[in-house]
């Protein structure tokens, strides 16, 4: 029996495994890849140097760090939905489904804007969240995770350079954006969506699941929020890229915002805005309603 039989032949859940193996694989080859080049041209091996790659205050630590994450995002995220994508009988290439046009993107990039400060609201509300007293201990590893990984992205985010600004819309706006989008939108929802006969479940365990997988648990009602809106826009617009283009928006106006803010030429205000301000964040919201409303009603039209 060819690969192609076995795979398309299983039920949905034996397709999902296959999946998570590609990824798991391919996450252990790029791993590699990305220690090996960082051997070559920083002499430097990441098993052995745990401690030298915990200074965040050394700029050769968070360029090795960024040429890491980028070998790691292509491994675990862009590359192995392609590869699924080749072993689907017919072919499936939510790259080519339906054409594009220019209208969703905007749309889809507008919607991102206008919706930020709803999203840092839902963030600040997410933050307040306590578990009971019986979980205490859970709780302060949560929030002790979330601290390191804030700690990490703000060393990420030092931009003294136009190198490092381009470097880190690459690694941070553009390869998760692409590679997460393919993922979780082009590869794991049509998936659930196949087995439930809902896009409507569909987009929500795959916005729940996207979320969790951040690990990041702080921030993950307004995560799974914004997988929900790009799972509605890839069903709505039959096309991967308007999510892609929606991902970009929201991760690439943080880069821009956070290299402007070092520049001096920001309000560092400014990535908190509609945080604490229900009215702001209220306004935010029915902006955003109105952009999906009429994002709806243009991809339905013939």
């Known amino acids: 029996m060819s690969i192609l039989r076995f795979v398309n032949e299983k039920p949905i859940w034996i397709q999902l495994i296959v999946f998570f193996l590609l990824v798991i694989a391919s996450f252990l080859v790029f ?17 052995t140097s745990p401690y030298y790659l915990s200074d965040y205050q050394n700029p050769e630590v968070i360029d090795i760090l960024r040429i890491i994450q980028l070998f790691n995002s292509i491994g675990a995220f862009v590359l192995p939905p392609i590869l699924f994508w080749g072993l689907s009988k017919p072919k499936v290439n939510p790259l080519a489904n339906n054409p594009i046009r220019p209208s969703l993107f905007y749309m889809a990039f507008l919607l ?21 007293d019986a979980f205490a201990e859970l709780e302060k590893w949560m929030r002790d995770t979330e601290e390191a990984a804030k700690e990490l992205t703000e060393a990420l985010l030092k931009m003294d350079t136009p190198t490092r600004f381009i470097m880190n819309m690459i690694v941070i706006g553009v390869i998760p954006a692409v590679g997460e989008e393919f993922f979780f939108r082009g590869t794991v929802q049509p998936l ?29 009602f307004p995560r799974m929020f914004l997988g929900a809106i790009f799972g509605y826009l890839f069903v709505w617009s039959g096309n991967i890229w308007v999510p ?24 560092p205000d400014i990535e908190n805005l509609g945080r604490d301000e229900i009215n702001f964040s209220l306004f935010s919201f029915l902006l955003m309603g109105g952009f999906i409303f009429l994002f709806y009603r243009t991809a339905k039209m013939e």
């Open 31 to 47: 791993t590699v890849l990305g220690f090996v080049f960082v051997g070559v041209f920083y002499g430097i091996n990441p098993i």
């Open 112 to 132: 991102m804007v206008f919706a930020l400060p709803f999203i840092n609201w839902m963030a600040y509300l997410n933050e307040q969240i306590h578990l009971p």
């Open 192 to 220: 659930i969506q196949k087995k439930t006969k809902n896009y409507h479940v569909a987009i929500w365990v795959t916005a729940f699941l996207f979320s969790a997988l951040h690990g990041q648990f702080l921030g993950f």
């Open 244 to 267: 892609v283009i929606g991902h970009l928006a929201n991760n690439g106006l943080a880069v821009l915002a956070s290299y402007y803010i070092q520049l001096g030429e920001l309000n």
